[in-house]
């Protein structure tokens, strides 16, 4: 589901998978900032704990540049 208004789109998301922590069914919201038709910039919002682990082992280090 999503919804857009100006340069500004929110699409809720839910993947499955196996990864390394928390249960195999994530879900989040991304809040994407578009310009003359092109993403520039995808902030993530999701409470599922492996996105702290990810960020614990330094693997999204530079994702917000």
Known sequence: ???SE???AFVRWIGR???VVGPEILTGVDCIH???GFVQ???IH???PVFGHLAAEG???GAAE
């Open 1 to 3: 589901a999503g919804l």
């Open 46 to 48: 999701s409470d599922h």
């Open 59 to 61: 693997a999204l280090d």
């Open 17 to 19: 998978g196996r990864p």
């Open 41 to 43: 910039e995808n902030f």
């Open 6 to 8: 100006g340069d500004r």
């Open 34 to 36: 578009l310009k003359d």
